[in-house]
C-alpha cells in the first residue's frame, strides 16, 4: 500500500514522526512525504527532521513567505503533480494548515482518498484560517481519525453520520510522540542547564492572530513583562513575533532565546513552572506533560482541558492573563484524565489503513 503524506509545518513533523514509525513496523506501508516549505527556517523544519528521524522528504515544494491564496493554490499545483507521478492508495493531511487543505483538495480532485489524522476539532472561530481549512478537509475527507471524543461528537452534530465517510476516534497521535521522545529528550536535551533557571515560565506565541493586531500584542506583551517580574517568562522566539515586535517598537522585559527543536521544547516544557500559549499543539503537550496552561486566546479546540480545569482561556487583555496565571499556579491537578487516549493512536491508523486497503 502506498501513502502520500502532506506535511508543511512543526505540529505536523511531530505529528508525522509517530504515525511514520507505526507505518515502518507494519512492513506493509510504503509512505512518500511531501514537504510544502510551509516552515522553511532551518530552526522550524530542518531541525525536525534530524531528530525526530522522519523519512526525509521525497520532494520539497519550497512554497512560503506568500499569503494564504496564492500559498494554498501553488500548493494544490505542486501535489497534484506530486500525486500524478506517485498513484497513491491514500493522501494522508495532519491538522488544519494550508498544507493541509490544499491536499486534501488535490487527492480529491483527482479521485484518491483522503484520510485527515486529528478530525473534528473546532474552535467556533471563523476569524481563524485553520478554522476554515479543518472544517473544509474533513468535508471532503473520506477516513477521519479523531483525537477525542468530542471531536467525534462534533462531527455527528455536523451531519457526518449521513455523509460518504468513515470517522473513528483513536486518541491523539502528539501523544504517541511525547511518550516515545520524552525519555530521550531528558537524556539529550540540556536546555534547562543552559537557561539556569530554578523556575519559569515556559511561553510561546506565534499565531497570526495575536501578532498581527497591534493593541492586542501590545497588551499581552505588557501582560508577560509584569508577570516576568515575579517569575521569569522565557519565550523561544518564532520569527513572525520577532518580526512584528520590530515592527511595532515593542521591548519585552522576559527572556527572549532562539527557537528550540522539538527535544529541547520537550524538555523546556517539562522543567517549567507553567505553560503561557496561543500554540493549539503545545495546549495539548503541556498536560502530557503535567503542566497547567494559559491560553493567549480567546477560544480552543481542546475544551476538554478548559472543562476540566488544567488550561484557562484568557484572551488578550493583561489583567486577565495576569489573574489566570495566578489561579493556575494555585491549582494542584491530577493529570491521570485519558483525554488523548492511551498512546497507541498511531498503530490504531496504520492497522486500520491497512484493512481498509
Known sequence: MKIVTIIGARPQFIKAAAVSRAFINSKNIEE??????????????????????????????????????????RMLEGIESVLLQEKPDFVLVYGDTNSTLAGALAAKKLQIKVVHIEAGLRSFNMAMPEEINRILTDRISDILFCPTEQA??????????????????????MY?????????????????????????????????????????????????????????????????????????????????????????????????????????????ESFFLKKCCVIVREDTEWT??????????????????????????????????????DGNASAIIAHTLLEKK
Not at 530542518?46 to 494564504?68: M, T
Not at 511518550?179 to 529528550?185: E, R, S, T, V
Not at 530554578?198 to 506583551?221: G, M, P, S, W
Open 32 to 73: 512518500i512525504i511531501v514537504h510544502t516549505g510551509q516552515h522553511f527556517d532551518a530552526s522550524m523544519s530542518d531541525v525536525f527532521f534530524e531528530e525526530l528521524q522522519i523519512p526525509a522528504p521525497k520532494y520539497n515544494l519550497d512554497i512560503n513567505s506568500v499569503g494564504h491564496g496564492a500559498m494554498t493554490g
Open 152 to 173: 467525534v461528537k462534533n462531527l455527528i452534530k455536523e451531519g457526518f453520520e449521513q455523509f460518504d465517510s468513515e470517522y473513528y476516534y483513536v486518541g491523539d497521535v
Open 176 to 284: 504517541d510522540a511525547v511518550l516515545h521522545f520524552l525519555p530521550i529528550a531528558k537524556e539529550k536535551s540540556n536546555i534547562s542547564e543552559q537557561l539556569g533557571l530554578d523556575r519559569y515560565i515556559a511561553c510561546t506565541l506565534h499565531r497570526q492572530e495575536t501578532t498581527d493586531n497591534e493593541a492586542r500584542f501590545k497588551n499581552v506583551i505588557e501582560a508577560l513583562n509584569t508577570i516576568h517580574r515575579q517569575i521569569p517568562v522565557v519565550l523561544p522566539i518564532h520569527p513572525r513575533t520577532k518580526k512584528m515586535l520590530q515592527a511595532y517598537g515593542l521591548k519585552p522585559e522576559f527572556e527572549i532565546i532562539e527557537p528550540l527543536g522539538y527535544l529541547d521544547m520537550l524538555k523546556f516544557v517539562s522543567d517549567s513552572s507553567l505553560v503561557i500559549t496561543d500554540s493549539g499543539g503545545l495546549q495539548k
Open 304 to 341: 476538554e482541558l478548559t472543562n476540566a480545569g488544567y488550561a484557562e482561556l484568557a484572551g488578550y487583555e493583561p489583567n486577565k492573563i495576569i489573574n489566570a496565571i495566578k489561579n493556575l499556579s494555585e491549582k494542584t491537578m491530577p493529570f491521570d484524565e485519558k483525554f488523548y487516549g
